[in-house]
């Protein structure tokens, strides 16, 4: 799914390897394995064996950045979805985020520290004459990369590490976490452009500085950071809103003694705003119980509706179909999207029916909200 092999778990963890990282390892395979070859000639074609080796070394460093990552949010109590080796080094995909500045900096400063520590450990080992040779090549190279992805991931923009720490400083400073995402994702907008005029310049040869892989970076940044703008919107645009901020004003809903008459002159009423083709059912201390097809009238003569009850057809409550009023509504509408839904019931803590919530409801209070935000 996505091009995402599954390989296993890493402490509880589903670790996952893209298919671009095969690419990946293979470039880096024949680059190590060259620069090997060069300075060892003594080493024929074993060159390459080592370069491989050197190669799962590298992607083991970013395996363990990201690790800091996940252990980091383990320990505020955030679920650690997965971790994915990809193109552009790893992500761990978190279940949510930080509840405060503070953990969105720490969970942030992981990752990197890990990588600086690696290069701290791997340069004692390089320097200190207990490995020499290719082995000791190999530990000198890896330990620069770990400088390198501890120094590039501090760039202060999303969705590297650096522009998380300056989303959880912007967060602190005041006190709006919607407004660090913005910033920081404005930032590595901004970088992701420079990245790609470099990566032209450099391939029109006017400039030595940048790179075609400057210029893929600086796609990957510039794409991602504007995700993390919209999605920082989005969330704004929903905060402080709950399920039943949302539902429809005329919910189909009918009483489980009312007849199949009664149920069919519902439906005629509320056929001026929405065809309705399913009714939720409330007893009569106005608990939801279930639902019932508006697609039972056909199968009876209409002479006879009036000799059948709703509860006659009702189909019981599924749990997931259903939200508390008082849930967010950012969370309604990813639980929407995660179960493939359009519709929910929308229910008060002690049961009773407050109305039903469909996605293009949220879609519009949205819109709405959108609009009515200055820019």
């Known amino acids: 799914m996505n091009g995402n092999l599954r390989v296993g778990s890493l402490f509880g963890i589903p670790f996952f390897i893209n298919l671009s990282w095969f690419f990946v390892l293979a470039l880096v395979t024949l680059n190590f394995g060259n620069g090997l070859a060069a300075r060892f000639p003594s080493l024929g074609g074993s060159a390459l064996l080592l370069g491989l080796g050197a190669g799962l070394l590298l992607f083991a460093s970013v395996l363990m950045h990201e690790l800091g990552h996940s252990f980091a949010a383990q320990q505020r109590g955030i679920k650690v979805n997965s971790i994915t080796l990809f193109l552009f080094g790893g992500l761990a995909s978190l279940e949510e985020e930080a509840k405060t500045p503070g953990g969105a900096f720490w969970i942030a400063v992981a990752g990197p520290l890990v990588s600086l520590g690696l290069f701290l450990l791997l340069s004692l080992l390089a320097f200190s004459g207990w490995v020499s040779g290719p082995p000791a090549a190999i530990v000198g ?15 202060p923009g999303l969705p590297l590490d650096g522009g998380n720490v300056l989303k959880a400083a912007v967060w602190k400073a005041t006190g709006n976490r919607f407004r660090g995402i913005r910033w920081a994702s404005r930032l590595g907008q901004i970088i992701g452009w420079i990245a790609i005029g470099l990566g032209l310049l450099s391939i ?17 940044l510039l794409q991602n950071a504007g995700q993390s703008a919209q999605s920082a919107s989005i969330q704004e645009a929903l905060a402080g809103l709950t399920a039943a901020d949302a539902v429809c004003e005329q919910s189909p809903i009918v009483e489980a003694q009312c007849t199949l008459r009664d149920l069919a002159d519902r439906a005629v009423l509320t056929r001026e705003k929405q065809q309705w083709q399913r009714f939720l059912v409330e007893d009569e201390f106005h608990r939801f119980i279930g639902t019932v097809d508006l697609s039972v009238l056909q199968t009876l003569p209409a002479q006879q509706w009036a000799d059948y009850r709703v509860q006659d057809f009702l189909k019981p409550m599924d749990q997931k179909n259903q939200v508390r ?23 008060r803590d002690n049961g009773t029916l407050v109305g039903l919530l469909e996605k293009s409801a949220i879609v519009r209070l949205l819109q709405q909200r959108q609009q009515s935000q200055p820019a």
């Open 141 to 155: 190279l890896l330990a620069y990369i770990n400088l390198v992805l501890a120094a590039f991931n501090m760039i």
């Open 204 to 220: 029109l040869g006017i400039s030595n500085l940048g790179s075609v892989w400057s210029l893929i970076i600086g796609w990957f």
């Open 325 to 347: 009023s008082d849930r967010s509504l950012l969370e309604v509408a990813s639980q929407l999207e995660q179960q493939g839904s359009q519709a929910l019931a929308v229910i």
